[in-house]
């Protein structure tokens, strides 16, 4: 009995696995759109990004807070999905929109 007791006790102590979340973003960079793509895993605490532009792909360490994201230059508002790129040398500051996107995968 007290074995079972133990194991339950285990079991409901045990953190919820998320899957990951799927965003598409878009910056406006000074007046022209800047798409992105990124996949957010809360419990590896990543963020993996691709930029169509270019074709460049990152996976960084990524923070999860209550109500924000924060990786590499980048923060998230985890309500609205908004998303900032702090300014870097002299590249300013930009804001886009994120949205949630179902992948849709063969296998």
């Known amino acids: 009995m007290i074995r079972i007791g133990l194991i339950s006790t285990a079991l409901l102590a045990a953190p919820a696995i998320a899957a990951p979340v799927n965003l598409k973003c878009e ?53 609205s999905l908004q998303i900032t790129r702090a300014e870097i040398s002299e590249i300013p500051t930009i804001t886009g929109q994120c949205a949630i996107v179902e992948i849709k995968r063969a296998f």
């Not at 996949?39 to 460049?56: H, I, K, N, Q, V």
């Open 27 to 79: 910056f406006d960079d000074r007046g022209k759109a800047l798409p992105m793509e990124l996949a957010l895993d809360e419990d590896a605490a990543t963020a993996s990004f691709y930029w169509p532009l270019t074709g460049t792909a990152v996976k960084e360490r990524a923070n999860f807070l209550p109500n924000q994201v924060l990786f590499s230059t980048f923060t998230i508002d985890r309500a």
